[in-house]
């Protein structure tokens, strides 16, 4: 059983910046590809960053330039997503995923909410 612990969520005001962490048990970054999705009230749960097992990253158009994910290579057990440039329409609960094959897992959640 994996488990996925965010950290680092909180209030900020637009412009500025924070840094989600997600930690994993075990030593699984080696294989499973890790996500940061979003989810803001009313609204469906959404991919913002995702890095693969061999280190290749996507984003989500709307965070693209703004928001930086990233791994602990040494640790190979905490995940990171550096977010700039914060918006209000950032405001979301932020979940870390892990996903092998069949094999999937979800954190408790972290709020950001971005104030105008």
């Known amino acids: 059983q994996v488990q996925l612990v965010e950290s680092g969520g909180g209030l900020v005001q637009a412009g500025g910046s924070l840094r989600l962490s997600c930690a994993a048990s075990g030593n699984i970054l080696r294989i499973y590809d890790m996500g940061w999705y979003r989810q803001a009230p009313g609204k469906q749960r959404e991919l913002v960053a995702s890095?693969?097992?061999?280190?290749?990253?996507?984003y989500a158009d709307s965070v693209k330039g703004r928001f930086t994910i990233s791994r602990d290579n040494a640790k190979n057990t905490v995940v990171y997503l550096q977010m700039n440039s914060l918006k209000p329409e950032d405001t979301a609960v932020y979940y870390c995923n892990a996903a092998y094959i069949y094999y999937i897992y979800w954190g408790q959640g972290t709020q950001v909410t971005v104030s105008s």
């Open positions: 890095i693969t097992s061999g280190g290749s990253t996507n």
